[in-house]
Nanobody, 120 residues
Framework: QVQLVESGGGLVQPGGSLRLSCTAS????????MGWYRQAPGKERELAAS???????NYADSVKGRFTISRDTARNTVSLQMNSLKPEDTAVYLC??????????????WGQGTQVTVSS
């Protein structure tokens, strides 16, 4: 079982920066993908960024060049540095661990979410 605890959300003005952190407890496998999703009111949950243990990253087009995801495999943490924030980045950000099993089933673990509000 994996438990995820996020921190670092808050209120920031447009153009500002925030850093989100997520610590995982339990067994994290090297094949697990860690990432950050976000969900704005009235919208579907979407992937913001993800990272494999080898460092390969994936970003939503809307955050490319502004957000940077990083992972500390030894500490089982994943962070999201968010720069040049825009009002449309306002959402609940959720930490995610995605695990793919040999039989192709996928299991997702989620944190409780942290609110990011970008407003003047």
């Amino acid at each position: 079982q994996v438990q995820l605890v996020e921190s670092g959300g808050g209120l920031v003005q447009p153009g500002g920066s925030l850093r989100l952190s997520c610590t995982a407890s339990g067994s994290i496998f090297s094949s697990d993908v860690m990432g950050w999703y976000r969900q704005a009111p009235g919208k579907e949950r979407e992937l913001a960024a993800s990272i494999f243990s080898g460092g390969l990253t994936n970003y939503a087009d809307s955050v490319k060049g502004r957000f940077t995801i990083s992972r500390d495999t030894a500490r089982n943490t994943v962070s999201l540095q968010m720069n040049s924030l825009k009002p449309e980045d306002t959402a609940v950000y959720l930490c995610n661990v995605r695990r793919l099993y040999r039989d192709a089933t996928v299991e997702n673990y989620w944190g409780q979410g942290t609110q990011v509000t970008v407003s003047s």
